[in-house]
């Protein structure tokens, strides 16, 4: 079945771990996205990805980074994990501007 | 940068009635909408969207209107149903270095009780 696939599904990471979240969609979208989910904060963007070899910064980017070496694929890293970080973690895609976005089952990161 | 705010942000109805979420946006270039439903543990599903070239759109029990002048768009439910309770979130794009991306709404909490 088409669409993105994120891995892992959930995670308990010590504070001051480096982690990679997964993200691998198959529909040949060009761009991508990463966002975190917060109660009572909806949906914010972290780091986006026009097409393969570019990304930006979203709304929330710091501590995060952000890599897009061809179209499939679009890790997120946490290069040093902190508990303001937990939160669950949605990768999405879209085959142009102002088109509908998809997303995967997303990932629930925990920080201690 | 874009600015959407989102009210109200928990709704309660009874089975049958209407239910109406509102929101706001603060860049006048902003032109597509969109509508996510997210169930409890999943991920947000889009129910609708419109652009700024149209005013109102409708599929079944789910309609979307837009404003341009005031900066507004709403999402309407008829004979809501219990599987439509869920937290919906409106979004409105931007444009970000060329390329358009999307600013979500806090969401709002819909309690459809039979």
């Known amino acids: 079945i088409a669409g993105i696939t994120q891995a892992p599904t959930s995670q308990i990471l010590a504070a001051g771990r480096r982690m990679t979240l997964r993200c691998t969609q198959d529909m040949r979208h060009n761009a991508m996205y990463w966002y975190r989910q917060d109660l009572g904060l909806g949906l914010r963007l972290i780091h986006y990805s026009n097409t393969a070899g570019t990304t930006g910064k979203g709304e929330v980017p710091d501590g995060y980074s952000v890599s897009r070496a061809n179209t499939d694929d679009f890790p997120l890293t946490l290069a040093s994990a902190v508990p303001s970080q937990t939160s669950v973690y949605f990768c999405?895609?879209?085959?142009?501007?102002?088109?509908?976005?998809?997303f995967g089952d997303g990932t629930r990161l925990s920080i201690l | 940068g874009e600015n959407v705010e989102q009210h109200p942000s928990t709704l309660s109805v009874q089975e049958g009635d209407s239910a109406v979420i509102k929101c706001t946006y603060s860049d006048s270039a902003s032109n597509y909408f969109p509508w996510y439903k997210q169930e409890l543990g999943k991920r947000p599903q889009l129910i609708i969207d419109?652009?700024?070239?149209?005013g109102e759109k409708k599929d079944q029990r789910i309609a979307v209107t837009l404003n341009k002048t005031a900066k507004h768009f709403s999402l309407h439910i008829t004979e809501t149903q219990p599987e439509d309770s869920a937290v919906y979130f409106c979004?409105?794009?931007?444009?970000?270095?060329?390329?358009?991306?999307?600013?979500f709404g806090k969401g709002t909490m819909l309690l459809v009780s039979p």
């Open positions: 419109i652009r700024s070239n149209v």
């Open positions: 999405a895609s879209n085959a142009g501007p102002n088109q509908p976005q998809h």
């Open positions: 979004a409105a794009s931007q444009r970000d270095s060329g390329y358009s991306t999307l600013t």
